[in-house]
């Protein structure tokens, strides 16, 4: 009796804790992007950067300071929402993949998506889209990505079922074979053009423009949600292939579906940001750490510290060193590598279900 007594406080306690962890979340990305809005090389104070937002979002212009206006509705605020929905993609994705193959270092580039989509991209930055079937960059990278996909999906069946020990294997064999001929792509590129795939390897978010942003947050806001339907299923699966099936899960087209949607997330935020790591990595853990591992509370939270996390850094890589910019990827593995160190060390990299 008491241990159902201590069982059930603790569960309330943790989704306590959620609750809370869930509205200051909000409240930090909301605040954070009025923030990121109004820094960089030019500084705009808060106060007008509400009026600005208040003045477009009645339909308007904010008069009184026309540059202010254009730097933050035309320049900034396309490039805070797509960091707030590429870091919510790959944090999602990142933690639905880890319970996919079972394995806490897995994120969304396991599946060598990120070298499938950079081999596309330095395609058309090096060879010119002519090369690539006239198609733009961030076309390009989504189709390198959906080939990279394709085979590892062929390549880890057996049987007739996707195996998780195999996907992995794949993800890296074909993965190492992407870079490859992408390393061989820059060794002959001018020298003109290596400082462009280069910048956009490590990933940015510079350019960012409101046309480019229907695509990308629809495809993560879908994704997501539906995501967010399989939570009860994502936890049986976290148990193993046997224990799902004994819960009445069909685990084959189960994993088959997450693993097409995630890639489908995944695919479209490398497209337009380039290959950004560690956020799908080390965000799933840290998460896990605040409420414990089940997908109910993680798949929502990760999602909001995601795009808070990317927003921030993205906000620091323009401003640290301004006027000049810093890749956003170089500032995600300097932050995530000793993150992730320290969770190592605590024993929290497990992604089972607790």
Same mark, same amino acid.
């Given at each position: 009796?008491?241990t159902?007594v201590?069982t059930? +406080?603790?569960?309330t306690r943790v989704q306590?804790?959620?609750r809370v962890l ?5 409240g930090?990305?909301?605040?954070g992007?009025v ?12 106060g ?7 003045? =477009?979002?009645g339909g308007?212009?904010?008069?009184a300071d026309?540059?202010?206006?254009d730097?933050?509705? !035309?320049y ?9 929905v590429?870091?919510t993609?790959?944090?999602?994705a990142?933690t639905v993949l !880890? ?7 897995a994120?969304?580039?396991?599946? #060598?998506?990120?070298? #499938?989509?950079s081999?596309g991209?330095?395609a058309?930055?090096?060879l010119?889209?002519?090369a690539?079937?006239?198609?733009s960059?961030?076309a ?7 080939a990279?996909?394709a085979?590892?999906?062929?390549l #880890?069946r ?5 195996l ?10 074909i ?9 061989y792509? !820059?060794?002959?590129? =001018?020298?003109?053009r290596?400082?462009g795939?280069?910048?956009w390897l490590?990933g940015?978010?510079s350019?960012?423009q409101?046309? !480019? ?15 967010? +339907?399989?939570a009860r299923?994502?936890n049986?699966?976290a148990? #193993? ?5 004994a819960l009445?899960?069909?685990?084959a087209?189960l ?14 935020v490398i497209?337009?940001?380039?290959a950004?790591g560690?956020v799908? @990595? @080390?965000?799933? =853990?840290?998460?896990?750490?605040l409420?414990?591992a089940? =997908?109910?509370r993680?798949?929502?939270?990760a999602?909001?510290?995601?795009g808070?996390?990317?927003?921030l ?6 401003t640290?060193a301004?006027?000049v910019?810093?890749p956003?990827g170089i500032? +995600?593995?300097?932050?995530? +590598?000793p ?10 990299t497990d992604p089972?279900?607790?």
């Amino acid at each position: 009796m008491e241990t159902k007594v201590a069982t059930a +406080t603790t569960a309330t306690r943790v989704q306590r804790r959620f609750r809370v962890l869930m509205t200051g979340s909000a409240g930090a990305v909301l605040g954070g992007t009025v923030l990121a809005l109004g820094t960089g090389a030019v500084d705009v104070p808060v106060g007008d950067v509400v009026r600005i937002l208040a003045a =477009h979002l009645g339909g308007g212009r904010y008069g009184a300071d026309l540059i202010g206006d254009d730097i933050v509705w !035309q320049y900034r605020a396309p490039r805070a929402l797509l960091a707030i929905v590429a870091g919510t993609g790959l944090s999602v994705a990142g933690t639905v993949l !880890q319970a996919v193959v079972r394995n806490p270092l897995a994120d969304p580039y396991v599946l #060598g998506l990120a070298s #499938g989509a950079s081999l596309g991209a330095v395609a058309v930055l090096t060879l010119g889209s002519a090369a690539v079937a006239g198609l733009s960059l961030p076309a390009a990278a989504f189709a390198g990505a959906a080939a990279a996909l394709a085979a590892v999906l062929a390549l #880890g069946r057996r049987a007739g079922q996707l195996l998780p020990g195999r996907l992995l294997l794949a993800g890296v064999s074909i993965g190492y074979l992407a870079s490859a001929v992408t390393s061989y792509l !820059q060794l002959r590129a =001018h020298p003109d053009r290596l400082a462009g795939v280069l910048f956009w390897l490590l990933g940015s978010l510079s350019g960012a423009q409101w046309s !480019q942003l229907g695509i990308p947050a629809g495809c993560v806001l879908g994704g997501t949600l539906w995501l967010l +339907t399989q939570a009860r299923r994502l936890n049986a699966l976290a148990f #193993g292939d046997e224990t799902a099936t004994a819960l009445g899960v069909d685990v084959a087209r189960l994993r088959l579906r997450l693993l097409l949607v995630t890639a489908l997330v995944t695919g479209t935020v490398i497209a337009e940001v380039g290959a950004i790591g560690f956020v799908g @990595l @080390l965000v799933p =853990h840290l998460v896990r750490l605040l409420v414990g591992a089940d =997908h109910r509370r993680v798949l929502p939270l990760a999602a909001l510290l995601g795009g808070g996390y990317l927003l921030l850094v993205d906000t620091a890589a323009r401003t640290l060193a301004r006027p000049v910019e810093l890749p956003v990827g170089i500032l +995600t593995a300097v932050l995530g +590598t000793p993150g992730l160190l320290w969770l190592l060390r605590r024993g929290d990299t497990d992604p089972a279900v607790r």
